[in-house]
């Protein structure tokens, strides 16, 4: 199992980034997709999350400025990020039911 994050990058606070994670090895369309962050010196935090009828669940520090999505036939999950702020600045990860990260992408807001 494995799944490959990209997207990130620096911008400015108020910015808009959109990340992408591909799932490869495991069933897709029976997963629940998550993503979670770590910002320097804290622990994991979860961010977002969308279950196999494509319902989405928000960490309340992101309600209304992130959206979570998916597309099965690509097998690969999204998260639009906008109106970023300084503390959004971490490190952003995706995970599979089963507890598969990837290396991570990673998301600096700043101006």
């Known amino acids: 199992e494995r799944v490959v994050e990209s997207g990130g990058g620096l911008v400015q606070p108020g910015g808009s980034l959109r990340l992408s994670c591909e799932g490869f090895g495991f069933t897709w369309s029976w997963s629940i997709m998550k993503w979670v962050r770590q910002a320097p010196g804290k622990g994991l935090e979860w961010v977002a999350s969308i279950d196999y009828a494509f319902s989405p669940s928000y960490a309340d520090s992101v309600k209304g400025r992130f959206t979570i999505s998916r597309d099965d036939t690509k097998h690969t999950m999204y998260l639009q990020m906008d109106n970023l702020k300084p503390e959004d600045t971490a490190m952003y990860y995706c995970?599979?039911?089963?507890?598969?990260r990837g290396q991570g992408t990673q998301v600096t807001v700043s101006s």
């Open positions: 995970e599979n039911s089963a507890g598969t």
